[in-house]
């Protein structure tokens, strides 16, 4: 496995700079947010070369994007009158995200998903799933994977479980449609994580790591042992990637500190490197 680190917790920081802080701390790889690359949130693929520069500079892959709706207005996948414009906008994103060399786009975004006032969850779904095909037709031909989340239920109410991930995984039947397993969002299932881990073992792309508390892996009461550990027992091979939402006591703090609780935990689940 590879540790990464989602960008936005160094947002603050010049992109170079943040860059040199996460390659210097041990990092080998970034999942990026769109929203740090451009004002707009939509770099453009002249950016994303500029950007892959600046990370094989310092030794660092980059594997993909998340927060993919984040900080944009006027986008939501289950409204017919925004189809378009949400679609075009993942599209760009999708061949900027293979510009810079990445191969995973993880599709959070709880507000743009959720069932717009008025509309029935089934149609909804039924909407967001004739969206996601038709991003997948242009992930394929770039060679990148949409990685669908399950998220708590208090932030939204479409795919809030991994069960429900894996059935629209099945269901859009993309070679281009994938899941990523969530720390935090297994953490919200009452089913055990290993056997979540386990149940998604054949859609599986990407992981995220942070605590239940939604800080970084070390700075709540998550042990990580046991999830490294079905991670490895399932042949999961991928990349790690440390998503705080909570910075305390400060960003660099939680930079350091995940990694080596990564690290840590990884040794005694038995991972050959760490």
């Known amino acids: 496995m590879r540790w990464a680190i989602c960008n936005e917790i160094l947002e603050h920081l010049p992109l170079a700079d943040a860059f040199d802080a996460f390659a210097d701390a041990g990092y080998r790889a970034l999942e990026l947010a769109p929203f740090t690359l451009a ?9 994303a070369l500029a950007v892959r520069r600046l990370a094989d500079e310092r030794g660092l892959a980059i594997l993909g994007m998340h927060w993919l709706l984040a900080r944009t207005e006027g ?15 993942l599209r760009s994103l999708t061949r900027s995200c293979a510009a810079m060399g990445g191969t995973i786009m993880v599709f959070g975004s709880p507000a743009q998903r959720s069932t ?41 109410d479409f795919m809030t479980t991994t069960r429900e991930v894996i059935d ?3 269901e859009l039947d993309s070679p281009a449609v994938r899941l990523v397993l969530d720390v935090k969002s297994m953490a919200d299932e009452p ?23 939604r800080g970084g892996p070390g700075f709540g009461d998550t042990d990580f042992v046991p999830i490294l550990a079905t991670l490895h ?36 689940a038995g991972l050959p490197t760490t």
């Open 75 to 89: 986008l939501h996948v289950a409204e017919p009158a925004l189809r378009h414009r949400t679609l075009e906008h």
């Open 168 to 170: 629209v995984v099945r």
């Open 116 to 156: 717009p006032p008025g509309m029935r969850p089934v149609d909804a779904r039924a909407h967001a799933l004739e969206l996601f095909a038709a991003w997948a037709e242009t992930a394929e031909e770039a060679g990148v994977t949409i990685c669908l989340e399950a998220l708590p239920r208090d932030e939204t």
């Open 39 to 47: 004002a707009d949130a939509s770099p453009s693929e002249a950016d």
């Open 191 to 213: 089913t055990p994580m290993p056997e979540l881990i386990r149940l998604a073992a054949p859609h599986v792309a990407h992981v995220q790591a942070n605590d239940a508390n």
């Open 233 to 268: 027992e399932i042949g999961y091979d991928g990349d790690v990637s440390v998503e705080a939402f909570d910075y305390r006591p400060d960003p660099m703090t939680v930079v350091r500190g995940s990694i080596r609780t990564l690290r840590l935990a990884g040794r005694a």
